[in-house]
T-cell receptor, first 110, second 111 residues
Framework: EAQVTQNPRYLITVTGKKLTVTCSQNMNHEYMSWYRQDPGLGLRQIYY???????DKGDVPEGYKVSRKEKRNFPLILESPSPNQTSLYFC?????????FGQGTRLTVV | KQEVTQIPAALSVPEGENLVLNCSFTDSAIYNLQWFRQDPGKGLTSLLLIQSSQREQTSGRLNASLDKSSGRSTLYIAASQPGDSATYLCAVRGGADGLTFGKGTHLIIQP
C-alpha cells in the first residue's frame, strides 16, 4: 500500500528545544516536500527535495531545516522552535504525478 | 507567483443535490491539478488528478474538469451524501517547486 508516514502525530514542546519530525515514503518517489497548514492561510510549502542530497526552499522556510540522505526519508528539523511555528505539518511525496500526503503532525510550541 | 482561488469558501446543501466546486489559478503553465479532501484534523486524501493535457477525470460520483487556458477547474459531486461533508482543496503543480493550494471549500451536506 502506498504510504507516507509521519511521526509523531502530536507534539507539544517548549520554545528553543530542538525537534525533528520524521517522514518516510514507500513509493520510491524522488520528490518529497513539507507543508504547514494554518487557519486562514491554507497550506504553504516549507521545503522540497527533488532527489537525494537535493533540497530547496519553499515559500516559508525560515526557522526550518531538512535533509535528504536517503530517497525514502525526508525529516523536518526545527533547531529552535518558537510559538509562531505552532501549526499542522504535512509531508508529501510525488513529483509530476499524484501527490500523496502523510496524516499530519500537530505541533504546539509553548 | 501562482495563486489559487476556490469559490465558494463554504457551502451547505441538502443531501441528494448535485453540486459544483470551483477552482481558478492565475498561471496556466501547470503540470497538473489535483483535488483533495480533508476531514477535520486529518490528512489530505487525493480524489482526482488531472494532467495538463487532459480535460477531465472521473471517479465514482466525482468528476473534475480542467480548462488550462482559462485557468479554471471544477469538481462536480453527484447525488451528495452526508459522508461527503469535508473541506475540498484544489492544488496546482507548476514546476519543480511543488503544489500551490487554494484555501478550500468547506462543504456540509445536510441529512
Amino acid at each position: 500500500e502506498a504510504q507516507v508516514t509521519q511521526n509523531p502525530r502530536y507534539l507539544i514542546t517548549v520554545t528553543g528545544k530542538k525537534l525533528t519530525v520524521t517522514c518516510s515514503q514507500n513509493m520510491n518517489h524522488e520528490y518529497m516536500s513539507w507543508y504547514r497548514q494554518d487557519p486562514g492561510l491554507g497550506l504553504r510549502q516549507i521545503y522540497y527535495s527533488m532527489n537525494v542530497e537535493v533540497t530547496d526552499k519553499g515559500d516559508v522556510p525560515e526557522g526550518y531545516k531538512v535533509s535528504r540522505k536517503e530517497k525514502r526519508n525526508f525529516p523536518l528539523i526545527l533547531e529552535s522552535p518558537s510559538p509562531n511555528q505552532t501549526s499542522l505539518y504535512f509531508c508529501a511525496s510525488g513529483g509530476n504525478t499524484e501527490a500523496f500526503f502523510g496524516q499530519g503532525t500537530r505541533l504546539t510550541v509553548v | 507567483k501562482q495563486e489559487v482561488t476556490q469559490i465558494p469558501a463554504a457551502l451547505s446543501v441538502p443531501e441528494g443535490e448535485n453540486l459544483v466546486l470551483n477552482c481558478s489559478f492565475t498561471d496556466s503553465a501547470i503540470y497538473n491539478l489535483q483535488w483533495f479532501r480533508q476531514d477535520p484534523g486529518k490528512g489530505l486524501t487525493s480524489l482526482l488528478l488531472i494532467q495538463s493535457s487532459q480535460r477531465e477525470q472521473t471517479s465514482g460520483r466525482l468528476n473534475a474538469s480542467l480548462d488550462k487556458s482559462s485557468g479554471r477547474s471544477t469538481l462536480y459531486i453527484a447525488a451528495s451524501q452526508p459522508g461527503d461533508s469535508a473541506t475540498y482543496l484544489c492544488a496546482v503543480r507548476g514546476g519543480a517547486d511543488g503544489l500551490t493550494f487554494g484555501k478550500g471549500t468547506h462543504l456540509i451536506i445536510q441529512p
